[in-house]
């Protein structure tokens, strides 16, 4: 049964978009500068060449987080997965967006090469995008968070309990938005929005 699940063209997507996850998020992490960049190393993808989290610690948090997401991607649960980058208050100071919707009547041959051609757009985006960032405070933290549609039951799938809820506080105000890029297709749609706090979001 999952070996025909995971050769469903929903299987294949959330597979494709999984490795995307991982290796989009490193590229943020180190766009932003957190760690030395010794702690990544260039490697090519999907014909871009990108930058992979090489410290065992860092490559093994992005792996774990983004892989747990695989079979509730799949299921079309997932519908943001966020890098949010907090102060030492907790609170977000900037927040990277994946919005996903996956097409669960989608039910053709999954042709994977355009599927990737779409996403490699994203990596090269992301490398040209620091200019629509913001400064991160020298004392920042950062997660990877996901947002679930609807919460999937921790005592059917051990999975979910990977996941725990997040004590990042939130913001009062909606977020100011900047658009990076996004994608529409068939089997998959993905945006990719960058959010900072309003100017009128209450000070800490």
């Known amino acids: 049964m999952e070996r025909r699940d995971n050769q469903s063209p929903q299987g ?74 907090f102060n030492i208050d907790c609170i977000p100071v900037e927040r990277f967006v994946f919005k996903l919707t996956v097409n669960q009547c989608y039910g053709l041959k999954l042709e994977e090469a355009d599927l990737e051609f779409s996403l490699r757009s994203f990596l090269i985006k992301l490398s040209v995008s620091e200019s629509l960032t913001r400064v991160l405070p020298h004392d920042c933290r950062w997660e990877i968070t996901a947002y679930f549609r609807s919460l999937p039951e921790a005592s ?19 977020p100011l938005l900047t658009p990076i890029k996004s994608m529409s297709s068939e089997p998959l749609c993905v945006q990719l929005y960058l959010e900072h706090p309003n100017s009128s979001e209450p000070k800490p």
């Open 156 to 174: 059917t799938s051990k999975d979910a309990e990977l996941w725990i809820p997040t004590d990042t506080r939130q913001w009062q105000q909606p």
């Open 12 to 85: 294949e997507t959330a597979r494709i978009l999984v490795e995307f996850l991982e290796v989009a998020i490193s590229s943020i992490v180190f766009l932003k500068g957190v760690y030395p960049a010794g702690a990544f190393e260039r490697r090519r993808y999907m014909n871009v060449v990108v930058q992979r989290a090489r410290h065992p610690q860092l490559k093994d948090y992005i792996h774990s987080a983004v892989s747990a997401l695989l079979p509730f991607i799949q299921k079309g649960l997932v519908e943001r997965v966020a890098v949010i980058f």
